[in-house]
């Protein structure tokens, strides 16, 4: 079993900037990814790292405003959101795979973490 431990959510008014962080207890290189559902809408992929550091933001609405990275001495990645929008309200889960990656699709990850609740005031 995989455990996944996210921080860095929280209230943020709009235009400004959250980090996320999440540490797993798995070592080695493989893919791991942001996820976000607001109330009522589907599970989206907003940002995803493969275990050799490629990285794709398949949220186009995302792209030059969210940058996920990883430090893989801590066995942590991060999600570093600039320019939020009220729209982007929603729960922030961390995800992991068993395989390289990187994967855009929810199928291709193995471990989810409990989410964190990101919620952006106008």
């Known amino acids: 079993q995989v455990h996944m431990v996210e921080s860095g959510g929280g209230l943020v008014q709009a235009g400004g900037s959250l980090r996320l962080s999440c540490t797993t207890s798995?070592?080695?290189?493989?893919?791991m990814g942001w996820f976000r559902q607001a109330p009522g809408l589907e599970r989206e992929s907003v940002a995803a790292?493969?275990?050799?550091?490629?990285?794709?933001y398949p949220t186009d609405s995302v792209k030059d405003r969210f940058t996920i990275s990883k430090d893989s001495a801590k066995n942590t990645i991060y999600l570093q959101m600039n320019s939020l929008k009220p729209g982007e309200t929603a729960l922030y889960y961390c995800?992991?795979?068993?395989?390289?990656?990187?994967?855009?699709?929810?199928?291709?990850?193995?471990?989810w973490g409990q989410g964190t609740q990101d919620t952006v005031s106008s």
């Open positions: 995800t992991a795979s068993i395989r390289t990656g990187p994967f855009a699709g929810a199928m291709d990850y193995d471990y």
């Open positions: 798995r070592a080695g290189g493989y893919a």
């Open positions: 790292i493969s275990g050799l550091g490629t990285t794709t």
